[in-house]
């Protein structure tokens, strides 16, 4: 399995680099034929994306909803030891569903491996690259491209079935940042990718997710990865909503710590900001693994 050192660059100092990024490496692209939601193109702020629009496509995107500040943000973190007996994580906060934004990235790739493998084929040179660009660099495109090919939601919730993964829902037509997940979930899905006695996922395919999550964007490795100093394996999700302005900033992944591997899910909605909503996370993340380290 591969792991790298984590890098600390975080996306408030990287705001030259994503200035320069398309729409495609946002947290989530919500969008139909006849509608243009466009979510995540980050500029000089993370608060300052764009935000989803029920408009028709010759409309301009109209400007974030004004936040309400007067919510208290929620979060819950799921971790389970991978070097221990247990089999449950332990979760701290209520679990209840949260947005997946693009973590569910992780779940559209692990379900067009599933369906090659049930066809008896490898993916294809065009699946390949839209599978390194949605996990590595978050595009948004290349999700909706998988997300149509695996048939959406249906699809999606027939591989979970198989994964293991009870709570998950996916997302109306091509909302696929819109799929609602638990803590709990998210560590069933991160099981199926890193544990070795998975029998859903075959070894060639969980090694190919575990590899892509080793390679993120700098400027996107953040999050549950601010818990260690060592190894990691990571994706994360960001989403502005419209209505309320506020910010869901998700974190799932794999990270080693002092020598011990955990499994770690960080979910949270309400942030005034994205900065805010990643502060939120990794104090999360970081207070969850030491809990879970010192048990």
């Known amino acids: ?16 680099r994503r200035g320069k990024r398309a729409v495609a490496c946002a947290g989530v692209l ?7 939601i ?6 000089s702020a993370p608060a300052e994306a764009a935000v989803a629009s029920t408009t028709p496509a010759t409309a301009p995107t ?15 973190s799921a971790v389970l030891s991978r070097d221990g007996t247990g089999r449950e994580p332990t979760v701290h906060g209520d679990d209840a569903p949260y947005d997946t934004a693009s973590i569910v990235k992780v779940d559209i790739l692990a379900t067009a491996l599933l369906q090659a493998q049930d066809s008896g084929r490898k993916l294809t040179p065009q699946e390949v690259t839209h599978a390194e660009a949605m996990i590595r660099q978050s595009d948004n495109d290349s999700a909706t491209a998988l997300w149509q090919q695996i048939g959406q939601a249906p699809g999606l919730e027939a591989a979970n079935k198989r994964l293991g ?8 037509g091509l909302l696929w940042g819109l799929t609602q997940t638990t803590a709990r979930d998210q560590i069933r899905l991160l099981r199926a990718v890193f544990d070795t006695g998975s029998k859903a996922l075959n070894e060639d395919s969980r090694e190919y997710i575990r590899t892509l999550m080793t ?19 990571l994706k994360n999700g960001w ?36 900065k805010d909503g990643i502060t939120l996370v990794e104090g999360e993340a970081r207070s969850a693994v030491h809990s879970a ?3």
């Open 1 to 16: 399995m591969l792991f790298r050192p984590f890098s600390r660059r975080r996306p408030d100092t990287a705001d030259k």
């Open 30 to 36: 919500l969008a139909s034929a006849t509608t243009l």
């Open 38 to 43: 466009s979510i995540g193109a980050l500029h």
């Open 62 to 76: 109209p400007s974030p909803a004004p936040v309400q500040r007067h919510a208290k943000p929620r979060v819950t």
């Open 165 to 172: 993964m009870a709570t998950t829902k996916g997302g109306p």
């Open 215 to 233: 390679r993120i964007e700098d400027d996107q490795a953040w999050g549950v990865s601010a818990a260690t100093k060592s190894g990691w394996a």
């Open 239 to 274: 989403l502005q909503r419209t209505a309320t302005g506020l910010w869901d900033v998700n974190s799932i992944g794999q990270i080693t710590v002092d020598g011990h591997r955990y499994l770690v899910a960080v979910l949270s909605n309400g942030s005034p900001s994205m």
């Open 293 to 295: 380290a010192t048990r």
